[in-house]
């Protein structure tokens, strides 16, 4: 049974960077039939998918073109864990950001998901 | 990017309903569409897989059908359990985009 386990700061700072952490246990993180996915909710902007990180022989990253120029998703697979990293945010990256795992073998369903993070970004 | 269009945005309905909710793709998706069942202050939970498979340990009252660019959730006989927030995502394309959600609310 695969488990996702979320880490990370809740509150930033306009212009600071957001650092969130995805745990997985019962599967690896260089698995050939999985994603690994950041994706955020907030009341104005439901759920928005931010990217994925993925191995197929080597690592690749697919990211949102709305985020595109400030996002970094990436594997360590010393830890069998990927991380989030959004740079200079502003109030509008105030949400529930999630990790979850994508099963590519397939249809690309998202299962199961971390137990999600708020972060806020205030002054 | 294609755009998902749920219907109802809410919805009212007693225990023993029959309940149904319907989702649209701007284009074409086949059968790479998902449904997801949430509540407060948790993550979404896959319900519905590739439109019609129905995910292990989720109760046979929910079922899914459709292709192409028209889908349907429907629940045969509501339980309390399921008054929740209910999303589509497609996975045709990247990006992924998910429906804005349908609220079933007791009535």
């Known amino acids: ?123 | 990017d294609i755009q998902m269009t749920q219907s109802p945005s809410s919805l009212s309905a007693s225990v023993g309903d029959r309940v149904t909710i319907t989702c649209r793709a701007s284009q074409t998706i086949t059968t790479y569409l998902h449904w997801y069942q949430q509540k407060p202050g948790k993550p979404p939970n896959l319900l519905i897989y590739a439109a019609s498979s129905l995910q292990s340990g989720v109760p046979s009252r929910f079922s899914g059908s459709g292709s192409g660019t028209d889908f349907t959730l429907t629940i045969s006989s509501l339980q309390p359990e399921d008054f929740a927030t209910y999303f589509c995502q497609q996975s045709y394309t990247i990006p992924h985009t998910f429906g804005q959600g349908t609220k079933l609310e007791i009535k």
Do not use: H
Not at chain 1, 59 to 83: C, E, G, H, L, M
Not at chain 1, 108 to 117: A, L
């Open chain 1, 1 to 123: 049974q695969v488990q996702l386990q979320q880490s990370g700061p809740g509150l930033l700072k306009p212009s600071q960077t957001l650092s969130l952490i995805c745990a997985i246990s019962g599967d690896s993180i260089s698995s050939n039939s999985a994603a690994w996915n950041w994706i955020r909710q907030s009341p104005s902007r439901g759920l928005e998918w931010l990217g994925r990180t993925y191995y197929r022989s080597r690592w690749y990253n697919d990211y949102a073109v709305s985020v595109k120029s400030r996002i970094s998703i990436d594997p360590d697979t010393s830890k069998n864990q990927f991380s989030l990293q959004l740079n200079s945010v502003t109030p509008e990256d105030t949400a529930v950001y999630y990790c979850a795992r994508e099963a590519m073998a397939t249809r690309n369903w998202f299962d199961p998901w971390g137990q999600g993070t708020l972060v806020t970004v205030s002054s």
